[in-house]
């Protein structure tokens, strides 16, 4: 069947909706049993807080070294209604005890939750008392056990978004119950544990400690964490509240707790001046931890950060500072907006994500050392939220969640990304002041509460005396990305007409208003100068700007000047000229950036060649002083040698003849930039990446045993093994040796996931399908983090014949792996182990297979719309090569 692009979105949106029977659920709904299942609807979730209040917890654990632990989870709250079952969610649990108001009560217990007879509870007070055992989950979620192979070190750290603390202890796991957590926890004498309070007492109990922990502030579960083990400490007491900082101590080295002291400090100073509401706890703690789902997680007071985006060995780059930086304040900003004040169901996780995005930005661009941030947010954040709103599987920032296991369906760019920019663009609208305040009022009127969507949107309209309503439905309740262009004619070297016209995409109808500037540039002997700009409110399809009319005739017009929109630039034939031949004379870094970008979305419209891009970027990205523009540059080379391979292969002369150019040209840039670090590991990650020659594996080969040397390039063992997967990846022949003389000299969790990368990507035909059987079996005993390395290596671009091998396979079992599988196993199965093999047959056998997946979850089927538009979208780069 081929499907239309209109068609793949109407199936689209349709999962979204289907998703969504149960939104409609309210008040006054009669009593239905739960559904058998380990996920909670949003109807029963409604029905449960209709009658559940106050609620409270006292949690007791014993934790060790095993692979299980224990706990009694005792749940204090008022009830108002008892003429029907209650259930309380626990996951994969053995249960040996269940007290309910003080009397012993049978189990009816189903793995996923608990139910609790009518007859057993009473109007107002209850408490329910639950014993059980647990195995640690290993996947990320729940109670996470992590073994160091390095010293055999046990650490634990807890992850519960977005509803995953019933893997941890018995509650109503729903973010609209919040709650106080009084917690006690048995842990052997050496471990340290934390949660969102400081200990108020710790007693020696044999040859292990009990820690007390006294009753938190108000939390919703997914909010409130539990870590164990013995993590190194930090500690920094030098400002308003306590700090500290946790690590492994196998990589206690690898910290550097200056920076994350420091950034933590400007963050906390930053955000009490900007909400003007204190920090809402008692002290701010963060850890570094292993086999991490995400990047960080804003547990209240108690911050948990991935050690594979924030560990280095070496000094960090300019690049992984700034992204530190970020990335702790995204987590700070959680603690009022997300913490404080928390959203009632799933469906409004969007807005603490995309606030938290925006606010962190905002946040280190103003109180860090850098300054230049939003460049990086329009380069990275702001692109994927483009991309992702222009594939068939686009969605409304707002979109009702059915269940909780539909929670992160939708967490993608436009949570993150594309909200952040509407509500960067809004502030544009309103005037910074008048944004702040609402913002403001918000905290301080549901703080400590559950709030939707219109507490927010109604804060904000009583700030700026304005209805927002429009707004509201334009930017958050329709999806898509629009499209401006200037329109004008010049009469005797002036303006004589100028319209900004808006267009939408292929059915997708919403035309947007919004506040951007106009720039207009000409050139001088040496520069392309602006030579004038203007802020204009458009809306409509057409809105005329007559306040042009009679200025100079522009050579360059730029319609989101310094990006205050969120919409997508569709430059003039002129401009778009312009911008082709004088990349290198634009003295503006932004605008240079915005143009770079303009060009490369040419490529992926089908409207500009992809050699021909290719031929600008090489003659124009040896000047390139500017390290995010260089970083954006040539991660969009890189991505365009990817299409070469796919398209036609890595032994193609066409193929070939670039990748000369490029190591060529990376290594010669290499060695220009020895005076400058950060430049200089920027490219010369890009020689590694680019080199594919025997010479250049060669090269790189005797980097690493030392034979030669860059001035100011330290070989560090990330570099290592960074260096070693490149030789595995293009068949070096003392690749394989290679790898396990590094494993015995870096035999960490890092060196073990980087030797399995490195094995796994090795381009043989039985090493894929050995490893394919591992991942899809399920029998494995290698951790999820670890199987989630192996599906990043199976197949890159280059071994798209190796991919054709197994792809008719892998779309077969697609709908089976879907149902023995979690969501979490799934989000990355389907990510990366959908074949698109740039190929009419692989469009025809994705045609197929959608056709076919009425089964999959929404999730999965997502994936697969994705796959089938990239790889139209990688025949219509190939039908466009000159």
Not at 75 to 86: A, E, G, N, T, Y
Request: glycine residues 4%; aromatic residues 10%; proline residues 3%.
């Amino acid at each position: 069947m081929k499907l239309g692009i209109s068609t793949l979105l109407a199936l689209s949106l349709g999962l979204t909706a289907c998703a969504s029977k149960d939104d409609a659920a309210g008040k006054n709904l009669s009593y239905t049993p739960r559904e058998q299942a380990s996920y909670l609807t949003q109807q029963q979730a409604m029905l449960r807080s209709e009658r559940v209040s106050n609620v409270d917890y006292v949690l007791d654990f014993t934790l060790g070294t095993e692979e299980t632990f224990s706990a009694i989870s005792r749940v204090d709250f008022d009830l108002s209604d008892v003429s029907s079952p209650l259930t309380l969610d626990l996951d994969q649990a053995k249960v040996t005890k269940v007290v309910v108001n003080g009397e012993a009560v049978s189990v009816d217990y189903n793995q996923w939750f608990i139910t609790l007879s009518e007859q057993n509870l009473k109007l107002g007070r209850n408490s329910v008392s639950v014993s059980f055992e647990r195995k640690h989950s290993t996947n990320g979620e729940g109670l996470h056990r992590f073994k160091d192979p390095v010293d055999g070190k046990v650490y634990l750290y807890s992850h519960f978004e977005p509803a995953a603390a019933h893997q941890m202890f018995a509650l109503f796991d729903q973010p609209d119950l919040k709650a106080n957590f009084e917690m006690r926890v048995l842990a052997p004498n050496d471990w340290h544990v934390f949660t969102a309070m400081r200990e108020s007492r710790i007693e020696q109990v044999g040859d292990k400690k009990r820690w007390y922990f006294d009753s938190s502030l108000r939390l919703s579960p997914y909010n409130f964490s539990l870590h164990a083990g013995p993590y190194r400490e930090w500690q920094d007491n030098s400002g308003k509240y306590p700090l500290r900082l946790f690590a492994r101590q196998s990589v206690a080295k690898q910290v550097n707790p200056s920076d994350w002291f420091t950034f933590t400090h400007q963050g906390i100073g930053f955000f009490e001046d900007y909400y003007g509401i204190d920090y809402p706890f008692r002290k701010y703690d963060q850890v570094l931890v292993p086999d991490f789902l995400y990047g960080a997680m804003e547990n209240a007071a108690a911050i948990t950060f991935s050690e594979g985006s924030f560990l280095t060995n070496g000094e960090m780059s300019h690049s992984q500072r700034e992204n530190l930086a970020r990335v702790i304040m995204h987590e700070m900003a959680h603690q009022w907006f997300g913490n404080l004040v928390t959203m009632k169901w799933w469906n409004g996780l969007w807005l603490n994500e995309s606030f938290a995005a925006f606010m962190a930005t905002l946040a280190t661009a103003e109180a860090t050392e850098f300054t230049d941030v939003w460049r990086t947010f329009y380069a990275r954040g702001k692109q994927a939220a483009y991309r992702q709103d222009q594939r068939v599987t686009t969605h409304p920032i707002e979109v009702p969640i059915a269940t909780s296991h539909n929670a992160f369906d939708n967490i993608d760019a436009i949570t993150y990304s594309k909200g952040a920019s509407a509500l960067k663009q809004l502030g544009h609208l309103l005037g910074e002041e008048t944004f702040r305040r609402g913002i403001h009022n918000y905290l301080s009127k549901n703080a400590y509460q559950n709030a939707e969507l219109d507490d927010f949107i109604n804060a904000l309209a009583k700030a700026a005396d304005r209805n927002l309503d429009q707004w509201k439905q334009d930017w958050l309740y329709h999806a898509g990305v629009n499209t401006i262009r200037a329109d004008y004619q010049c009469q005797q070297g002036k303006i004589s007409r100028f319209a900004l016209k808006q267009s939408t995409q292929e059915g997708i109808p919403t035309l947007r208003e919004q506040k951007v500037q106009l720039g207009l540039f000409n050139s001088d002997n040496k520069q392309l100068k602006l030579t004038g700009k203007l802020a204009v409110t458009y809306k409509g399809a057409v809105t005329q700007v007559d306040e042009l009319i009679g200025r100079q005739c522009p050579e360059l017009v730029y319609p989101n000047y310094q990006d205050w929109g969120f919409v997508k630039v569709n430059l003039d034939q002129r401009s778009f000229n312009t911008a082709k031949q004088q990349l290198s004379r634009v003295a503006d870094p932004l605008l240079r950036s915005m143009l770079w970008q303009s060009l490369w979305d040419s490529v992926r419209d089908g409207q500009l060649a992809l050699n021909e891009y290719l031929e600008i970027a090489l003659l124009n990205i040896e000047q390139e002083q500017d390290y995010t523009i260089l970083g954006q540059v040539l991660s969009q080379i890189s991505q365009g040698k990817n299409y070469l391979n796919r398209i036609y292969g890595p032994e193609h002369s066409r193929v070939q003849a670039v990748s000369e150019q490029l190591e060529q040209l990376s290594w010669r840039a290499t060695l220009a930039n020895k005076a400058d670090r950060n430049k200089l590991r920027r490219w010369f990650s890009y020689y590694r990446t680019f080199a594919s020659s025997p010479q250049a594996l060669d090269k790189l080969l005797q980097l690493l045993q030392g034979k030669t040397a860059v001035d100011n390039l330290e070989i560090d063992q990330d570099k290592r093994w960074q260096i070693i997967g490149q030789l595995s990846r293009f068949q070096h022949p003392q690749a394989g040796e290679l790898i396990e003389q590094e494993l015995a000299r870096d035999n960490s969790d890092s060196g073990q996931k980087s030797a399995l990368y490195a094995r796994v990507i090795v381009p043989d035909a039985k090493v894929k399908a050995s490893w394919l059987e591992t991942i899809q079996s399920g029998n494995s005993d290698l951790p999820f983090s670890k199987v989630r390395t192996a599906m990043n290596a199976l197949y890159p671009a280059e071994q798209n014949r190796l991919a054709e091998q197994t792809a008719q396979q892998r779309l077969a079992t697609l709908a089976q792996m879907d149902k023995d599988n979690n969501p979490v196993f799934m989000r990355s199965y389907a990510r990366r182990l959908i074949p698109a093999t740039c190929s009419e047959a692989s469009v025809k056998r994705l045609d197929a297979a959608i056709e076919n997946s009425a089964a999959l979850s929404a999730g999965t089927q997502r994936r697969l719309l994705e796959a089938h538009q990239e790889d139209q979208r990688c025949l219509t780069i190939k039908n466009k090569m000159l």
